[in-house]
C-alpha cells in the first residue's frame, strides 16, 4: 500500500 | 476598514461549501487588491489557497491590511440565510473582533444583517512558491469529479498516469480495478468541454481518494479544473473564479 506522504516534507513553514 | 460586496452571495456559498470540510478555520487576508486564505487541512496532506480579486466584487475597499480569523463551519451557516441570487457584503473595522455580514434582496425591500464572531487563528504558513510543472490537465470539472467519485468506490487511492496523448486514472482495490482513460479534445461548440493536456514528463502519482473527495467539493465554482503534476511533488488542482482562484495542494502517496 503506498504510503500518504505529508506537505511538510515539500514546502517549508513560513 | 474592510468593505466587499458580492454581485450574488451564491459565490461566497459556494467557496465556504468548498473549504469547510477540510478546515475548519482559517484566516482571511485582505489587502487593497483583494481576500486572501492560505489553511492546511488537520492531517497537514491537503492545503487550500484561496485569492479573491478585487474585481470579484461590485464593490470593495480594504483601507488597512487586515487579517480575519474565521471559523468556516460558523460562516457558512449564517450565509446559508441568505439567498443565492441576493448582494452579500462583508465588512470589518480595523480592529474588528467580528464581521458583519449582510444581505440585499434584489426584489423585496428586505434587508438581513448578521455578525459573526471572528477567531484568534495562529496557523503555519507554508512557502508554496511558483514550481515547475511536468503536466498540465484542464478537463471539465464535473468530469473529474465523476472520476475521482467513481474511482473511490475501488481504492482508497488514485492513480494517476499522463503520457503525450492521454491521461489514465487507475484505482486497484480488492474488489477489482478500474480504469479511465481521456484524451485531448476541441470542442469549438462547447469550448468548457475541451480537454487539454500538454507535457514536459511523464507523470505517475497516487493521491488518496479520501482528500480528492474534499477538494472535487468546489466543482460548483468553475466549469473547468486544471491539475498540474510535477513528479515526486504534490499536486495543484485549481477551479478559476471570476477574479482569482482556489487552489488545492495535495501531497502524493508514494510505495515504500
Not at chain 2, 468593505?3 to 461566497?12: I, N, P, R, V, W
Not at chain 2, 474565521?70 to 452579500?88: E, Q, R, T
Not at chain 2, 503536466?135 to 482508497?156: N, Q, R, W, Y
Request: with cysteine; glycine share 6%.
Amino acid at each position: 500500500t503506498p504510503i500518504q506522504n505529508d506537505l511538510n516534507e515539500f514546502y517549508n513553514i513560513i | 476598514m474592510l468593505e466587499g460586496k458580492f454581485e450574488e452571495a451564491s459565490l461566497l456559498k459556494k467557496i465556504v461549501e468548498a473549504m469547510k470540510d477540510c478546515v475548519s478555520s482559517c484566516n482571511f487576508n485582505c489587502t487593497e487588491n483583494g481576500i486572501s486564505v492560505q489553511a492546511v487541512d488537520n492531517s497537514r496532506v491537503l492545503l487550500i489557497s484561496l485569492l479573491i480579486e478585487k474585481d470579484t466584487f461590485e464593490e470593495y475597499r480594504c483601507d488597512r491590511n487586515i487579517t480575519l480569523g474565521v471559523g468556516l463551519g460558523s460562516l457558512s451557516k449564517i450565509i446559508g440565510n441568505g439567498a443565492n441570487s441576493d448582494y452579500l457584503t462583508i465588512s470589518a473595522d480595523d480592529d474588528a473582533d467580528k464581521l458583519n455580514i449582510i444581505f440585499e434582496d434584489k426584489v423585496k425591500d428586505k434587508i438581513s444583517e448578521y455578525n459573526l464572531k471572528l477567531l484568534d487563528i495562529d496557523a503555519d504558513l507554508l512557502d508554496v512558491g511558483p514550481m515547475d510543472t511536468d503536466a498540465t490537465i484542464t478537463l471539465p470539472s464535473a468530469d473529474f469529479a465523476k472520476i475521482c467519485k467513481d474511482m473511490k468506490v475501488l481504492s482508497e487511492s488514485l492513480q494517476i498516469i499522463v503520457t503525450k496523448d492521454s491521461a489514465l486514472f487507475q484505482s486497484v482495490g480488492d474488489i477489482g480495478t478500474g480504469n479511465i482513460v481521456i484524451r485531448p479534445k476541441t470542442d469549438i461548440d462547447h469550448p468548457e468541454e475541451s480537454v487539454t493536456i500538454s507535457l514536459d514528463k511523464p507523470i505517475d502519482l497516487s493521491f488518496g481518494s479520501k482528500y480528492l473527495s474534499d477538494i472535487i467539493k468546489a466543482t460548483s465554482l468553475s466549469q473547468k479544473v486544471t491539475i498540474k503534476l510535477t513528479d515526486q511533488s504534490p499536486g495543484v488542482f485549481e477551479y478559476k473564479l471570476p477574479s482569482g482562484y482556489l487552489r488545492f495542494y495535495l501531497a502524493p502517496k508514494f510505495d515504500e
